[in-house]
């Protein structure tokens, strides 16, 4: 692969830093950031890696560094942001996140927006699962609908154990490769030790490992 070809770098690095190589794919991002200031959104796949290590002063920063003066990535910034905050039930980044909730695609601003007001107590969890079902009954991309799931598990592992249990054993079938996401991400918690978090830890592991051992062949 040429060095200078910054699409490619850009996918292998997003590919390394979900997929149980995140220290070289955070490297190779970095290194498309630096070399082509056009693909900042790049800096997501960093900022999120630094998040799910509780590294919370690297992700503002690699946010900060997203945007560059300019609000160019705000829709990458709005999902990541949201998502954070759901992680770690902040929120006064949650607020922040619904101010410019506007920016996302109708495909995803109502499930945002719920979720928002999920995390700031103005909102049962009922308009995020309605949101969250009606998405996943339409002939979506198995990608979205992986992130779909995951975005329903992390929301409710702490309010609705089932529903959240719903969303995971739905992400078996997925063409999940998010090592990163399951053995890091501290909204899933409650769920680490039961049985169906563990055959969905031990499928995706297996499919990372198949995936680069036909990669190196």
């Not at 790049?42 to 920063?61: E, N, S, T, W, Y």
């Not at 969250?132 to 990608?143: F, K, M, N, S």
């Amino acid at each position: 692969m040429a060095p200078t070809h910054t699409l490619a770098l850009e996918q292998l690095g997003r590919l390394e830093i979900e997929a149980g190589r995140a220290a070289r794919g955070m490297d190779r991002l970095a290194y498309v950031a630096e070399l082509d200031p056009m693909r900042r959104q790049c800096l997501v796949p960093i900022a999120r890696a630094h998040a799910l290590r509780g590294k919370m002063g690297a992700f503002d920063d690699a946010i900060a560094r997203l945007h560059g003066g300019d609000r160019e990535h705000l829709r990458e910034e709005v999902h990541i942001q949201m998502r954070v905050a759901c992680w770690t039930r902040d929120t006064e980044r949650a607020r922040a996140a619904l101010c410019h909730i506007s920016v996302l695609p109708p495909t995803h601003a109502p499930r945002f927006r719920a979720l928002g007001e999920l995390l700031l107590g103005t909102a049962t969890g009922t308009a995020f699962q309605d949101a969250t079902d009606e998405l996943l009954a339409q002939p979506i991309c198995p990608r979205l609908r992986a992130v779909v799931r995951q975005l329903g598990a992390e929301a409710f592992a702490e309010r609705d154990l089932r529903y959240a249990m719903k969303m995971l054993e739905g992400l078996a079938s997925e063409p999940l490769i998010d090592i990163e996401w399951i053995e890091l991400c501290p909204a899933l918690e409650p769920m680490r030790g039961l049985a169906a978090f563990d055959r969905l830890r031990d499928v995706v592991r297996e499919r990372v490992a198949g995936m680069w051992a036909a990669s190196e062949q």
